[in-house]
């Protein structure tokens, strides 16, 4: 948590005076912040495998990264999500600022829906993509990977609209799996199994409020739940005893990560840079060279980046492609080089593994156009398999295929299955 | 109803130059000016019963020499002679002034013969280093996101006409180009009136004392203009600088130009990222192929066209375009001419400076910094009735000051302010020419805060955004959109906002105008 940064008052002593200062620049102390459910992450963590999320430590893992994957596809996975970036986004022009700064239409994202979106630059490279939660008319949270703060408030510029980061002040979590609404069931949230795919709602906790939305980022049954962040442990352990004969599990970031892979999800700064990130200006990508094309709406008004977009698409300036691969064999092919008939490069591996789902070896990659736009034959990975102290360089062939790379019916199924 | 191809916003000269030369192309061309009659910062006005006045502009120093022959000027009543060249006086509170005589001081009189012969020295290099950066004012910027052969040629004959200075020049061309002027003064004069005159011309209009970086850049702006030919000549138009207008309206005219008065526009109509017409602040709406906007660039993206319609980052650049003038304007009513001590006859009918020294403008700029007015001002003086005697009543006489430094956003706010700053100009005033508050009839001063909502000049800027080193160019108005065009389409800028910046020049119209012609706009 933050510590105080006041100012003691002078001490006689140059010793009092020291240590005082020194109390009053604490904040190196604690490198990496704690989240809101840190208690009872900390509690679990058994493999203190950390990494460092948005200034937050996150857990890779807590106890075992292929049974925390596990508890995902055939359980229910708590995760928590409280670093991500979340802004509370208010006033009557909310919807008109949202709809100039984002791709999509917000125009058509009713009252109590959420959907996934991404904003430009000038350029129309992409800045990051989040989810938008529309909580009221008038009022939206919107979720990202980076900080966004400075380019928001100069965007609200000629709009009746608030924006303020809540990023500390509201706790998150993820709760997915196949039991994932049972588990909420029993935890006494009422009428949940009426939300259909993003839909949100409000529902009564500890004396306040938890919004839960059917949304998560494994491509599974699941919800996100968002409360203030003085009701998350409430909030955590409601979820996990309810959830205690159904599975339920707290996880890490590895095993969230397979299953986004085979839920064909993107992660910005992972397999795309984003444009206040990226230094050597190849690296910058418009939406439609990351698989984001789709999100881009002409027909609606202005947008950050459209003039762009339309100039790129028109002049055909767009360079690159984001595929799924599948790959022969079941070597990850992690950050592998894509070649064209072996020899030429033509593209980067930025996420890939051995899906026990779909029972494929599977990959994100960025390759360089026409490959992998109009030419998908005859491509292959180039895999370092380190046995024993020694590389052994695999050539495997890749296809391109569709994402996501596995479709589960119960992510959708309506009412969300009871188990 | 007739419909237009282009719609010039703002009639200024600017826009009237824009849109004289679109209509020569062969446009149907509206210009919509707001006020009752056009002209903007160029027109003569009567301040007082009687007493008629250029409203801000009052020299004539730079119209640009494409524009009287793209526009025909002399055909439509410009006059420009040799004979109508005035001298600079730079006055003087003990002993006689020092003069320039002829175009910027092809003769220097009251100084010693080897301050004569540095000044020789230096006017000629100015000149020539000026005259390097005046091919830039009739074009483009260079534009680093890619150019034209066309492009690519005329900034190979710049890049041509440095190496013909010679290996010593050039290289000394680029070590003094973004000096400050005092450093530069201090290096080839010894005469502090003589300095401080050039101090003032430097910074005159711009938000920069005499030894600020870059300060040097304002005198070959200056001197990069010219007049009858020649580089750094001055006039006082006859008929004010309303004449000037009055011969580009009619070219205009002549071509076909329809001008509306009294027409604010209130709104540029953006369809699917293309501007396709105004609306009035009547409610009329008028659509044309083509808007091209004379008046302030972040007046027309941010309140005209409006954020919702621009990238974020453009809207970033645009806010920040610092555009807080520091200069006042001072009309005087004067019962009879005053009399500036050690002046002559022709002296008084010329441009009369108080700058005494390079120090002495330093001094006056360094309040501004802080919200606060001069508290002894430097100006340029000139009695335009002298010449044109139909600007007064008979016996009587016009006074016309630009006055600096007076902050935009004084602290005190200029309610408060302002009769303080009349009564430093007047002292000052009264210390150059004894005895001339007594004559005063009538008094208007115009500080930046009146110049702003009188002219619509946003921060009353009269270059429409600062013209200093990180404003030139191509990163006028903003960087990136250098070029007269916008990131709306078929929108374009053409005021003085624009490269090359202010000053009664009409090239920042004529440019605009070239490039909607190319563009097939």
């Known amino acids: ?419 | 109803m007739t419909s237009f191809d282009a719609i010039v916003i703002g009639g200024g000269h600017n826009g009237l130059v824009a849109a004289a030369t679109l209509a020569k192309a062969g446009r149907k061309v509206l210009v919509l000016e707001a006020a009752a009659d056009v002209g903007g910062a160029a027109r003569t006005e009567e301040f007082a019963p009687g007493f008629r006045v250029s409203s801000i502009a009052h020299v004539l120093n730079r119209l640009h020499p494409d524009v009287i022959k793209t526009l025909e000027l002399e055909k439509h009543g410009l006059q420009v002679a040799r004979t109508d060249f005035m001298p600079t006086v730079a006055l003087s509170k003990d002993g006689p002034p020092l003069v320039l005589h002829g175009a910027y001081g092809e003769v220097l009189t009251g100084s010693t013969p080897s301050e004569q012969s540095a000044w020789k020295e230096l006017r000629a290099q100015l000149l020539r280093y000026a005259g390097i950066l005046k091919l830039f004012l009739s074009r483009r910027p260079p534009d680093l996101a890619g150019m034209s052969l066309k492009e690519t040629a005329a900034l190979g004959q710049i890049a041509l006409a440095l190496k013909k200075l010679g290996k010593e020049d050039m290289r000394d061309f680029l070590r003094v180009l973004l000096m400050n002027v005092a450093d530069l003064l201090d290096e080839q004069l010894a005469d502090i009136r003589l300095k401080g005159l050039l101090a003032f011309d430097a910074t005159l209009g711009s938000h920069l004392g005499p030894r600020s970086p870059t300060s040097l850049l304002g005198l070959y702006y200056r001197l990069a203009g010219e007049t009858g030919g020649a580089a750094g000549a001055q006039m006082l138009p006859k008929g004010g600088m309303g004449a000037v207008i009055t011969a580009i309206r009619s070219a205009a005219e002549k071509a076909g130009v329809t001008i509306r008065t009294a027409a604010p526009v209130a709104k540029i109509i953006v369809e699917k990222g293309r501007a396709v017409g105004v609306a009035l602040d009547s409610g009329e709406m008028l659509r044309a192929r083509t808007i091209v906007s004379a008046i302030n660039p972040a007046t027309t993206m941010l309140d005209l066209v409006g954020p919702r319609e621009i990238d974020t980052g453009f809207v970033r650049k645009v806010k920040n375009i610092r555009m807080k003038g520091d200069a006042a304007k001072l009309h005087l009513a004067l019962d009879r001419p005053p009399q500036f001590s050690g002046v002559d006859a022709a002296g008084h009918k010329g441009r009369l400076v108080i700058a005494p020294s390079p120090d002495h403008v330093e001094r006056a700029f360094n309040p501004s910094k802080y919200g606060e007015f001069s508290a002894e001002p430097v100006m340029e003086i000139t009695l335009p009735s002298l010449s044109d005697p139909s600007l007064a009543p008979a016996g009587a006489c016009v006074l016309s000051a630009v006055v600096q430094y007076a902050p935009y956003a004084l602290k005190e706010g200029w309610d408060a302010g302002k009769p303080k700053f009349l009564k430093a100009i007047m002292t000052q005033l009264g210390t150059y020419a004894p005895g001339i508050g007594k004559s005063v009839l009538h008094t208007e001063l115009l500080t930046p805060a009146d110049i702003e909502a009188r002219y619509r000049m946003p921060g009353g800027h009269w270059h429409h955004g600062e013209l200093q080193a990180d404003q030139m160019l191509m990163s006028r108005p903003v960087s990136g959109w250098s070029g007269y065009d916008t990131p709306v389409e078929g929108l374009f800028l053409a005021g003085a906002g624009s490269h090359p910046g202010g000053g009664v020049s009409g090239a920042p119209g004529l440019n605009a105008a070239k490039r909607i012609i190319a563009m097939k706009g």
């Not at chain 1, 509201?170 to 709760?175: C, D």
Request: hydrophobic share 40%; glycine share 6%.
């Open chain 1, 1 to 419: 948590m933050a510590q105080a940064t006041r100012k003691k008052p002078v001490s006689k002593t140059a010793d009092a005076a020291t240590s005082a200062r020194t109390a009053a620049q604490s904040h190196f102390r604690t490198l990496r912040l704690g989240t809101p459910f840190q208690p009872r992450i900390d509690a679990l963590a058994r493999t203190q495998d950390w990494y460092n999320w948005a200034g937050y430590h996150a857990p890779h893992s807590l106890w075992d990264e292929e049974l925390e994957y596990f508890a995902i596809r055939s359980q229910a996975a708590l995760f928590d999500i409280s670093p991500m970036t979340k802004y509370r986004i208010e006033g009557p022009d909310a919807e008109a600022f949202l709809d100039r700064v984002t791709l999509r239409d917000v125009t058509k994202l009713k009252p109590g829906r959420v959907h996934y979106t991404a904003w430009c630059d000038d350029e129309g490279f992409v800045l990051d993509d989040g989810t938008l939660f529309r909580l009221s008319p008038t009022r939206f949270r919107l979720c990202s990977q980076e900080r966004h703060l400075p380019w928001l408030l100069d965007s609200a510029i000629g709009f009746d609209v608030t924006v303020e980061e809540e990023t500390e002040a509201v706790a998150g979590l993820a709760l997915q799996g196949p039991t994932s609404f049972a588990v909420l069931r029993d935890a006494g949230f009422a009428g949940v199994e009426t939300l259909k795919i993003f839909d949100l709602a409000e529902f009564p906790h500890d004396g306040g409020i938890v919004t839960i939305s059917r949304t998560g980022f494994t491509g599974d049954l699941g919800c996100e739940l968002f409360v203030p962040a003085d009701k998350a442990l409430s909030l955590w352990d409601r979820l996990m005893s309810a959830g205690e004969l159904r599975g339920i599990r707290a996880i890490g970031y590895t095993a969230l990560n397979r299953a986004r892979l085979e839920a064909g999800l993107i992660v910005a700064n992972a397999d795309f840079t984003t444009a206040e990130h990226a230094i050597r200006a190849d690296r910058l990508r418009m939406p439609d060279e990351i698989g984001l094309g789709f999100m881009i709406d002409l027909e609606k008004g202005h947008f950050n980046g459209r003039r762009a977009i339309l100039e790129a698409r028109a002049k055909r300036k767009l360079r690159h492609v984001l595929v799924g691969l599948e790959i022969e064999g079941n070597i990850p092919a992690e950050h592998a080089i894509v070649y064209h008939k072996k020899h030429q490069e033509v593209g980067l591996v930025s996420a890939a593994m051995w899906s026990p789902m779909a029972k494929r070896n599977i990959a994100i990659a960025s390759l360089t156009r026409p490959y992998g736009d109009t030419m998908v034959e005859d491509l292959w990975v180039e895999i370092y398999a380190m046995r024993e102290l020694q590389y052994q360089k695999l050539m495997k062939r890749a296809k391109v295929v569709a994402r996501p790379f596995i479709k589960l019916d119960r992510r959708t199924a309506n009412p969300p299955a009871d188990f």
